[in-house]
């Protein structure tokens, strides 16, 4: 099946500093690829939509220039926190999406997280 | 808009019970319908899915019938086992979403050996 990996999955930084976050599709191409943030005992909420070759569409309330995202290739996207601050400490999860085949509907399949701690 | 409920958790169970977590949908158009299961510390992994009414999405002996007439997805699975803990969540995704998931706030689920 498709396998998304992330890189780190671990990161502990100081405050003020930027933290990149990878997120690559192994055995499939992506055109788009999504991030989500998710905090303790929550469900996943959106941040943004990335498109391969074009700008991140980002969701209501999330600060693009404090997230950027960059969607350089068919099979990677990364996500940069910028001037990180303890707020910002979370689990990143990021997803890549399989067009729709015979299924007739897209699938996205989701990377294993990324836990960023800010101190 | 479109929006997915789910039961709340914790949900507590002994090994080899038989489990129901229920999930309902309400979504403009025909959404298809997931659930995704997290393990301790991991990311989200596709359980199953329904892309039609009626259509039954089945794996690792969890099923969930697409129910468009009661608008629900409820994942049932005949004898849990301690590996099945873990957090699930129900979720639809539609073409008047852009094709966004949108996941219900997610399940808890422990069993007790």
């Known amino acids: 099946g498709a396998v998304v990996s992330q890189h780190p999955s671990r990161v502990i930084c100081k405050s003020g500093t930027s933290v990149k976050i990878e997120c690559r599709s192994l055995?499939?191409?992506?055109?788009?690829m999504f991030w989500y943030r998710q905090f303790p005992k929550q469900s996943l909420m959106l941040m943004a939509t990335?498109?391969?070759?074009?700008?991140?569409?980002?969701e209501q309330g999330v600060e693009k220039d404090k997230f950027l995202i960059n969607h350089a290739s068919l099979t990677l996207s990364t996500l940069t926190v910028t001037s990180a601050h303890p707020e910002d400490s979370s689990f990143y999860i990021c997803?890549?999406?399989?067009?729709?085949?015979?299924?007739?509907?897209?699938?996205?399949?989701f990377g294993p997280g990324t836990r960023l701690t800010v101190l | 808009g479109n929006s997915v409920t789910q039961m709340e958790g914790p949900v507590t169970l002994s090994e080899e019970a038989f489990l129901t977590i229920n999930c309902t949908y309400t979504?403009?158009?025909?959404?298809?319908l997931f659930w995704y299961v997290q393990y301790p510390g991991e990311g989200l992994q596709l359980l199953l899915k329904?892309?039609?009414?009626?259509d039954k999405g089945s794996n690792k002996g969890f099923e969930a019938t697409y129910r468009k007439e009661t608008t629900s997805f409820h994942l049932e699975k005949g004898s849990v086992q301690v590996s099945d803990s873990a957090v699930y969540f129900c979720?639809?995704?539609?073409?008047?979403?852009?094709?966004?998931?949108?996941f219900g706030s997610g399940t808890r689920l422990s069993i007790r050996p």
């Open positions: 997803s890549a999406r399989v067009a729709a085949g015979t299924s007739g509907t897209d699938t996205q399949y």
């Open positions: 055995d499939f191409q992506a055109t788009t």
């Open positions: 990335s498109n391969e070759g074009s700008k991140a569409t980002y």
């Open positions: 979504a403009t158009g025909y959404p298809s």
């Open positions: 329904a892309t039609k009414a009626d």
């Open positions: 979720a639809l995704s539609s073409y008047s979403s852009a094709s966004k998931i949108i």
